[in-house]
DNA sequence: CAGTGGTCTAGACCACCGA
DNA sequence: CGGTGGTCTAGACCACTGT
């Protein structure tokens, strides 16, 4: 593990057990950079971390203060699976697969997913299940070509924690949209969706460290299931 | 201007004219360097920028990818105003001011604004019109010990470039909640919502640069005009 | 004024990629 | 093997804050 690595998490634990506590100010970056013996630049880059996972703000000529976090909720936002989310909120999520097939891609898919000529689409849909009720229809679209197999048992599971863990391919980053939509079909037929209105959906396209696309996910949510939370700072931090 | 700032500026520019393609790599950092007459650390800063912001992806030992944005949709994610949104987007909106008050804040709102013992709060109730139809209902809540004097005129301008430009305060992070509730009898009479059975309530708390919570805004969408667009990195960049 | 964080530099070593 | 990005260092100067 990093340096930095190493010293932001030490930090975030000492802010989540209260050792730092909210309203109050870090050690300066000079003494911080003495007792973790290490430069200046190593501990700013901590501290970088921190401020973009909105742990503390910097404030020029005064110090770093630590930022309330007792109502920031879990930092859902970013790139989640949806197995990790639901470990992080201590519910026990149950995800039946419904169908697990090989396609050919059409207009639309390929418009979302790029696929080269004679490219195989693994088709994954899935419900999720909390609390008895099932909340989530998720449709999954992986390029063959990235996933060569893909079994039901893995997608009951993760199949980010295969492709990660098992394929040994790192996914870097997604762009999603998120959109109110009327209920279709396959939504009453898969979801537990009965006096409700509209779905959540979002849509998303995941790459992977070589920035090559791999995935194209839509996941409809009933909305009274649906939060999303988010931290955003309006200037950059470097 | 930095100078890690000016060089992100121009490699923006140079990708979205398309002087740097899609799916091609970027000079060498060594390369830049020498381009930019500048250390190789101050290259890597603009460099981060432009992959926090999803214009490239950095890959070891082969270099820094394009990232294809044509269909990436505008970053409408982060810290945006209203009034800087729809002119991105080419609208002219139209904004109408229903409330503008002071009020003494009540058990909720205090738990979403923390004001000390005596402070005042503004209350402004505003409507946001496009074309031709009134879709968002924003209620803010703002402590006057930050911003002493609010007039019609602000309202109706943009509340955060008075903050910004003649306050000369600066305002640098925001905690966001999206969920999706039933339309209350408010939203029924100041939106034009019938037929809609759902609204997407955006509830935000807003920092200034000292981290002291000023601001606590419900934003409430009509669901057929929202729209959320989002690029989460899965490892950070430092 | 001393202390804080913000920027910038020059150099070093490393892990990784492709020829 | 040379070139790439990733990490780390030590030092310098700056802008800003409080006393």
Redesign the pocket.
Known sequence: ??????IYNQMVDKIETGEYPPST?????????DSF?????????A??LL?QNGYIQ???????VVIDITKMNLPVSGLVSFKELAEKMGREPITTVHELSLIHPDRELTSHLNPHAKDLIWKVVRTREIGGEKVILDKDYLLKSAVPTLTKEVCEDSIYSYIENKLGLQISFAKKEILIEEPTEEDHSFLDIDGFHNVVVIRSQVFL??ASLFQYTESRHRPDKFRFVDFARRRP??
Chains 1, 2 share one sequence.
């Open positions: 593990m990093n340096k930095f690595m190493l100010l870090l050690p300066s970056e000079n003494e911080l950079k013996q290490t430069s200046r630049e190593t501990i700013r880059k501290l970088n401020s910097k404030i020029r000529g005064k110090g770093s460290e070589d931090t470097v």
